[in-house]
């Protein structure tokens, strides 16, 4: 009995593993009652162990549905059933819906049957995507949880309401309901689960209806929430979301290191629905920096955890050459019941049929397509959308073969997506705003523009825009693809792959060289580091200054001892730095210091940085303590080359 009240009580404080642990003890003692195994199941839950959260809830109906408590049992097949559809478990989650059903058959209005006609109201809004049904039921349940007194109820219908009225168009009765629903979770009258539930179609609203100062508002308020009641598994939901909005900021390596921190908690609890949004996420971030395999790797888990996974699978099928193929997937979307009446989906589908279309030639789906985005975004008053406007009006006006109005509208585009704080958005208008100037054969305007956008572009490691717009700026300086630079060059390669693969395996091999391969690229980019070549197990990277290239030497090295530590196994890498002289060809360099610069990264040992004595010498400095010089013979170079060893490990003075 001691151990049972000592559960009790720590369940009480929201102390969820000590209430795991010591109601799990109680439990082998002597049987728990059905309130107390539900208890039980919320620590369970909270403390992340779902599936044993699942069997305590299953003791719990069968133990209230023996003592004949026909609502209890009802409640918790109810609960049992909106798991099941957490983890995609359908079929199961339609079981628990109908002995739910059936037990409530002849029993009085309750709370437990508002309960249900919530969880019906979530389907039909969330799995269907029946907006206007769910609108025309919301009133309804509604009331019915305002007559029983269920004030979990009462809030969830009205965010679902909420976020069906802003699909719809309705956005400022949406937003109005959504608070609303926010603050009866903010005042501690809705349970757990359901404030949880409330604040991540909040944010999704937000994020939905393109208000990322409120998205990102509501992201930090739940955040706090969740933490203070020690809530595990829904903060997963929350890091996705930020993730998501520190992609439209700029912040890539971030928003993907926290999109798959967010994976690995939500595979924990069994939220794959969850799941999908992050992987989704993860492809969107691949795919602009130019990982196309990681792209799709990202959007195939997204389709398995049953999500939609465009347009960013259509605009991946566009970067391999695959048009036809991307206008296909992109119809199908389109024309799914669904998103006919979800006008915040359909938004988010049209811009990348614009640009399928233009890449085709074909115009005339182009320009039907820009109409729709324009009508569609008059139904919500957001910058966002307005941005998207012009952009779309710029590009099919440029085909059109209307360059005064192309730069007009593009000029004004990149403008609005500054305004807003989306700065890959921004440059990609700025970008097709010099093509209009090319157009207009205001070389020197575009030459401006161009340059503008490809600072952005190599700054956020956007390696495929940025490969056009110097592809573009050749164009206009074709004798620049001969000019001497001074870069500090990096090499990098795995030591030993070839054993590696013997001892791993092909399968692992891959999914670890894929690993490696983000990791390093977004050291890179951190860096401001620009890829000129990548072979099978390393990188020929180009860096500005000797301090960038050294400082993102020590960050892949340090990653990849921190996953060594906390994984057991990271591949060992060595890194050479040589600053020279080389000739840019294209986004690539050759000549004699890019071959030297190769030889001081061969010569380099396992975890080992190597860099010149001259490039250090010509440096301002690192902050990085660095062995004493030791001359080296290269191959290929006819004199002893000067080496120091940076002490990666040493705290940076």
């Known amino acids: 009995m001691q151990t049972l009240e000592s559960g009790r009580a720590a369940a009480a404080g929201e102390a969820w593993e000590d209430a795991w642990r010591t109601l799990t003890e109680a439990d082998r003692e002597e049987a728990l009652s059905p309130p107390d195994l539900e208890l039980l199941a919320d620590a369970a839950w909270w403390a992340g162990h779902p599936d044993e959260s699942v069997e305590a ?10 003592a004949g408590m026909d609502l209890d049992a009802a409640r918790v097949a109810i609960l049992l059933g909106y798991l099941a559809v957490r983890r995609l478990a359908m079929s199961v989650a339609s079981g628990w819906r109908a002995i739910a059903a059936g037990l409530l058959e002849d029993q009085p209005e309750s709370r437990v049957h508002a309960v249900m006609r919530t969880f019906e109201l979530a389907e039909i809004v969330a799995a269907r995507g029946e907006m206007e049904e769910g609108l025309r039921v919301a009133d309804d349940v509604i009331a019915l949880a305002r007559r029983t007194g269920s004030r979990d109820s009462e809030s969830e219908a009205k965010a679902i309401k909420g976020y069906a009225l802003i699909a719809t168009g309705h956005w400022m009765e949406g937003l109005s309901l959504i608070d609303e629903a926010s603050a009866i979770a903010l005042a501690g009258d809705a349970g757990l689960r359901s404030a949880s539930d409330v604040y991540c179609l909040t944010i999704a609203a937000c994020r939905d209806m393109a208000d990322i100062r409120r998205a990102g508002e509501w992201t930090d308020k739940a955040d706090q929430w969740m933490t203070r009641h020690s809530l595990g598994g829904y903060p997963g939901v929350c890091r996705v979301h930020r993730a998501e909005l520190k992609r439209l900021q700029g912040d890539w390596p971030e928003a993907e290191r926290e999109a798959l921190d967010a994976c690995q908690e939500l595979e924990r609890y069994r939220i794959l629905d969850g799941v999908a949004l992050a992987q989704y996420e993860v492809g969107e971030i691949r795919l602009r920096m130019g990982d196309l395999a990681g792209a799709e790797e990202a959007f195939t888990k997204a389709y398995e955890s049953g999500h939609d996974p465009q347009p960013g699978l259509a605009l991946l099928m566009l970067a391999r050459g695959r048009a036809d193929e991307a206008a296909r997937a992109l119809k199908r979307s389109l024309d799914k019941g669904s998103n006919r009446s979800n006008l915040v989906t359909r938004l988010s589908l049209l811009p990348a049929q614009v640009e399928v279309a233009l890449a085709r030639g074909d115009l005339v789906t182009a320009r039907l397509a820009a109409e729709e985005i324009e009508q569609l975004a008059g139904e919500f008053d957001q910058p966002l959308f307005g941005a998207v406007v012009l952009t779309v009006r710029g590009e099919v006006a440029m085909q059109e073969g209307d360059v005064p109005a192309a730069i007009d509208l593009l000029g004004r585009a990149w403008r609005k997506w500054n305004e807003i704080g989306i700065p890959y958005d921004s440059a990609r208008a700025r970008a097709l705003l010099g093509q209009a100037h090319v157009a207009a054969d205001e070389v020197d305007l575009a030459r401006m523009e161009l340059g503008a956008a490809r600072s952005v572009f190599e700054r956020l490691g956007a390696k495929p825009d940025l490969r056009q717009v110097e592809g573009v700026l050749f164009s206009l300086d074709p004798g ?62 180009a860096f500005d200054r000797p301090i960038d290239a050294v400082e993102a030497a020590v960050t892949i090295q340090r990653r ?14 060595r890194i050479g730095i040589h600053a020279d002289e080389a000739t840019l060809d294209g986004d690539d360099y050759r000549g004699r210091g890019v071959h ?3 030889r001081v990264g061969s010569v380099a040992a396992g975890d080992e940085i190597l860099i010149s004595a001259a490039t250090l010498a010509g440096s301002d400095g690192i902050p990085h303590p660095v062995s004493d010089q030791r001359a080296v013979e290269l191959k290929g170079i006819e004199e002893p080359v000067m080496l120091h060893a940076v002490d990666w490990k040493a705290i940076a003075g």
């Open 57 to 66: 809830l299953e003791r719990a109906y069968a133990g209230h549905l023996a």
């Open 560 to 573: 990849l001892a921190s996953h060594r530590r906390e994984h057991g196994f990271a591949p060992s890498v």
């Open 596 to 598: 030297l610069a190769s």
């Open 480 to 541: 620049r693809a001969g000019e001497r630079v001074t870069r500090t060059f990096m090499f990098t390669d795995i030591v030993t792959s070839t054993d590696l693969i013997g001892i791993i395996g092909d399968e692992r091999w891959e999914s670890l060289l894929a690993w490696h391969d983000r990791t390093l690229r977004a050291a890179f980019t951190e860096h401001r580091g620009v890829e000129a070549n990548h072979t099978r197990d390393g990188f020929f990277v």
